[in-house]
């Protein structure tokens, strides 16, 4: 579990320490930063997928606070270290990471463009070993990823019909999803796709796992991050979007309740907020109110009291930033 997180010259973040727990939840007003403390963090998911799917940039440039190139970032996470630099003899980025029990994660800086790494598979095993996990939904039409890896890749799931074809646990999971509308699901191996299935009295018909509604396909995206992973960090990005209630509930009670992922959550919905304060055990809960400053993003950690006040007297979070930032 992570248990201190230091960001410096990152977009809007120039220098931000924080001590996280269990679950940690981000509030506050758009622009704040929240999804840049998840895409810093996030960067260390940098084995599974490109630096454009990690972080938002027309450029490179964009990275650095500021734009200002002659001041490296700087990403810590305990032991953990990511460094994007700009080498002004080749002109070029140069990322290195590198972890103090595992040694460097490259074996080597790499060169990087938009797309990422030049080359990911320089990525050692250990870079598997680090566990720190961005999930965005996305909509696929096509999953490529056939290997073996045990949970949902990161960051959109490529792997989805092979994870579910090799754990029955999962399987039943979107099962007692489907059963609730009469669809059942069909697993192609030979293209490594998905389709449901409508059982007629003279035909059955197949339809693709896209004709499912983006609601229900979120929610289950979500739910199969958290219960494929173990001993993972995970972070999400409003996972609660376009989110039926009930979905909602379930979402946060599980995150609340399991026993061995750290989460980092950004989030507008004071259901999903109050649904994980209400099941989370004591003690495993930060919520971090984001907030601009001399145009840099800034944390305030939210104090038993403030968090009492939101629970007990059903006070409204996200319509008392501004009397949280006062307090």
């Given at each position: 579990?992570?248990?201190k997180?230091?960001?410096?010259?990152?977009k809007?973040i120039?220098?931000?320490?924080?001590?996280?727990?269990?679950?940690?939840?981000?509030?506050?007003?758009?622009?704040?930063?929240?999804?840049?403390?998840?895409?810093?963090?996030?960067?260390?998911?940098?084995?599974?997928?490109?630096?454009?799917?990690?972080?938002?940039?027309?450029?490179?440039?964009?990275?650095?606070?500021?734009?200002?190139?002659?001041?490296?970032?700087?990403?810590?996470v305990?032991?953990k270290?990511?460094?994007?630099?700009?080498?002004?003899?080749?002109?070029?980025?140069?990322?290195?990471?590198?972890?103090?029990?595992?040694?460097?994660?490259?074996?080597?800086?790499?060169?990087i463009?938009?797309d990422?790494?030049?080359?990911?598979?320089?990525?050692?095993?250990?870079?598997?070993?680090?566990?720190?996990k961005?999930?965005?939904?996305?909509?696929?039409?096509?999953?490529?990823?056939?290997?073996?890896?045990?949970?949902?890749?990161?960051?959109y799931?490529?792997?989805?019909?092979?994870?579910?074809?090799?754990?029955?646990?999962?399987?039943?999971l979107v099962?007692s999803?489907?059963?609730?509308?009469?669809?059942?699901?069909?697993?192609?191996?030979?293209?490594?796709?998905?389709?449901?299935?409508?059982?007629?009295?003279?035909?059955?018909?197949?339809?693709?796992?896209?004709?499912?509604?983006?609601?229900?396909?979120?929610?289950l995206f979500?739910?199969?991050?958290?219960?494929?992973?173990?001993d993972?960090?995970l972070?999400?990005?409003?996972?609660?979007?376009?989110?039926?209630?009930?979905?909602?509930?379930?979402?946060?009670?599980?995150?609340?309740?399991?026993?061995?992922?750290?989460?980092?959550?950004?989030?507008?919905?004071?259901?999903?907020?109050?649904?994980?304060?209400e099941k989370a055990p004591k003690?495993?809960?930060n919520?971090?109110?984001?907030?601009?400053?001399?145009?840099?993003?800034?944390?305030?950690?939210?104090?038993?009291?403030?968090?009492?006040?939101?629970?007990?007297?059903?006070?409204?979070?996200?319509?008392?930033?501004?009397?949280?930032?006062?307090?």
């Open positions: 579990m992570i248990r997180v230091r960001i410096r010259n990152f809007s120039k220098d931000l320490e924080f001590k996280p727990k269990k679950i940690n939840i981000f509030i506050g007003e758009p622009n704040t930063g929240k999804s840049n403390i998840l895409e810093a963090i996030g960067l260390f998911s940098f084995p599974y997928a490109k630096l454009t799917d990690v972080v938002r940039s027309n450029d490179l440039s964009d990275l650095f606070f500021d734009d200002n190139v002659e001041e490296d970032v700087i990403i810590d305990d032991d270290h990511i460094t994007i630099h700009y080498d002004t003899n080749s002109l070029n980025y140069v990322l290195t990471a590198y972890s103090e029990d595992l040694g460097d994660l490259f074996g080597c800086s790499q060169q463009s938009r990422g790494v030049d080359s990911s598979r320089n990525w050692s095993d250990k870079a598997m070993k680090v566990n720190i961005l999930y965005r939904f996305k909509t696929l039409t096509e999953y490529p990823e056939r290997k073996q890896i045990g949970f949902l890749k990161p960051i799931g490529e792997n989805l019909p092979s994870l579910l074809r090799t754990h029955k646990s999962l399987r039943d099962k999803m489907f059963d609730a509308f009469g669809y059942r699901l069909m697993l192609k191996p030979e293209t490594n796709n998905i389709e449901i299935v409508k059982v007629k009295e003279d035909m059955i018909l197949s339809l693709p796992y896209t004709v499912v509604s983006d609601t229900l396909r979120r929610h979500h739910m199969l991050a958290i219960k494929s992973n173990k993972s960090v972070l999400f990005e409003e996972p609660e979007a376009h989110a039926f209630p009930r979905h909602i509930k379930t979402l946060a009670e599980t995150i609340a309740m399991d026993k061995t992922n750290q989460f980092f959550i950004a989030t507008h919905n004071p259901y999903l907020l109050r649904s994980i304060m003690g495993s809960l919520i971090y109110a984001t907030y601009m400053e001399d145009y840099q993003t800034r944390l305030k950690l939210l104090d038993r009291k403030t968090m009492e006040d939101i629970f007990v007297k059903d006070l409204d979070p996200f319509f008392n930033l501004e009397r949280f930032l006062e307090g």
